[in-house]
């Protein structure tokens, strides 16, 4: 039987769907397109904005019509948290949340024996981790979930609700995953989670930062990348590591979301601007080729044009190489849906451009620095003549090169920047 799956949100889900392919495939199933007519649709769903919301929903009313006769599964954040509007809608076979995924297959195999619809949801602030393996990505990169769910509770964010309680993969297991993977053949591992940086909270006398040490003893491995981490946990135990280890990559993604102060404190997050940057300064100092991207929420309750303008600034001091930017959704059930002084959506917009536009400089100014020097990146695009890939710092590199180079480190010298890459030679 065929089947098609779609993936919308963050790179949990899409590791989660990977597994899902992987289980399915392994049962003699075969993946197709999911604009193509399949047996089965799954539709893998997020809820962290609105506009996740309606997608989501469109996928499966998609599908739906697409191939009535279709068995359709839905699956995800946006099921955990709103699983009466999944219900609104006739036609979709198999429910679960975010618990299960790696059962897929049983629970279709039983609906195509019983056809009798299944709808499978755990309180998901009382689960243990799923353990999950996946061997399926290409060999340039691979992820590797180490951790789920959220406890900070951000006032804007769905997401401790969609994903539960805080909890992590035994060490024993992300250090066989990621054996395994580099025994075939990937060169990077990315570590993964809902709250990566929080990893080992729950275990006893644990930390991430005691997890990379244990990885950095595995044979081969060329690159170690975090997904994502907050300016918190940059303890002084991780950065020991990363002072350490040159195998863990010169590029962090370390949200920011605002600015400015005032509104940090309303966001409930647990830093303010002045501590936020004098962490930074320490780990720019340990590594001072460090790249860091961040993520800007614009146009939350009670930002004004002035508190938007301190953000601005303070994006401008810190001189970030990229920026993710969204404008706040609300999202009813969490403490910011309350608040007062919600800004108007056109204001919303107008500020999301402007920070876009700002994000573009930022990263042309990071190129900048690396023209006229040699640089390695492992490529993973071949097109039209060109390797494409990323360098371990992130940066998008362009070069001319044969396609045998594919997920190989290759050293370029970059002669050009045309954004969104960096245009590199070979070095013979």
Do not use: W
């Amino acid at each position: 039987m065929n089947f098609a799956i779609e993936t919308l949100g963050c790179k949990v889900n899409t590791y989660e769907t990977n597994v899902m392919i992987d289980v399915l495939k392994n049962k003699g199933y075969n993946l197709i397109n999911f604009n193509e007519i399949a047996d089965i649709y799954i539709i893998n769903t997020c809820t962290v904005t609105n506009n996740a919301d309606h997608k989501s929903m469109k996928m499966i009313r998609q599908a739906i019509k697409r191939n009535p006769d279709a068995v359709i599964v839905v699956v995800g954040c946006l099921v955990q948290t709103n699983d009466e509007i999944i219900d609104t809608i006739p036609g979709i076979d198999i429910i679960l949340g975010n618990v299960h995924k790696s059962r897929i297959v049983d629970y279709i195999e039983e609906y195509l024996e019983k056809r009798e619809p299944i709808k499978k949801l755990e309180d998901i602030c009382n689960v243990d981790f799923e353990e999950m393996q996946l061997n399926n990505f290409n060999k340039t990169r691979a992820f590797v979930k180490i951790q789920d769910g959220c406890n900070n509770y951000c006032s804007y964010c769905i997401i401790p609700f969609a994903r539960g309680n805080l909890r992590s993969k035994k060490p024993e297991i992300v250090i066989k995953e990621i054996k395994d993977l580099v025994n075939n053949g990937h060169q990077e591992i990315v570590l993964t989670g809902i709250h990566t940086g929080n990893y080992g909270v729950d275990l006893e006398n644990y930390s991430l930062a005691k997890l990379l040490k244990e990885i950095m003893s595995i044979n081969n491995l060329k690159r170690v990348r975090i997904s994502s981490i907050e300016i918190t946990e940059l303890s002084n135990e991780f950065m020991d590591v990363l002072k350490r280890y040159d195998v863990i990559v010169d590029h962090m993604h370390i949200p920011l979301q605002s600015g400015s102060n005032e509104i940090l404190k309303l966001m409930n997050r647990k830093y303010n601007v002045e501590q936020f940057m004098n962490i930074l300064e320490k780990l720019r100092t340990i590594r001072p080729n460090m790249l860091i991207t961040t993520d800007v929420i614009v146009g939350f309750p009670n930002e004004t044009e002035e508190l938007f303008l301190e953000t601005v600034a303070t994006i401008n001091k810190i001189k970030f190489s990229k920026l993710h930017v969204f404008p706040y959704s609300k999202r009813e059930g969490t403490a910011a849906a309350k608040m007062k002084n919600h800004v108007d959506p056109v204001i919303k917009k107008e500020r999301v451009r402007k920070l876009l536009k700002l994000s573009k400089k930022l990263e042309v100014e990071s190129m900048q620095k690396y023209l006229g020097k040699t640089i390695e990146f492992i490529p993973e695009v071949y097109k039209n003549e060109y390797l494409i890939g990323h360098a371990d710092n992130y940066l998008s590199i362009k070069a001319k090169g044969k396609v045998e180079l594919l997920n190989k480190p290759v050293q370029v010298l970059i002669s050009a920047i045309k954004h969104p890459y960096c245009i590199g030679e070979l070095v013979q």
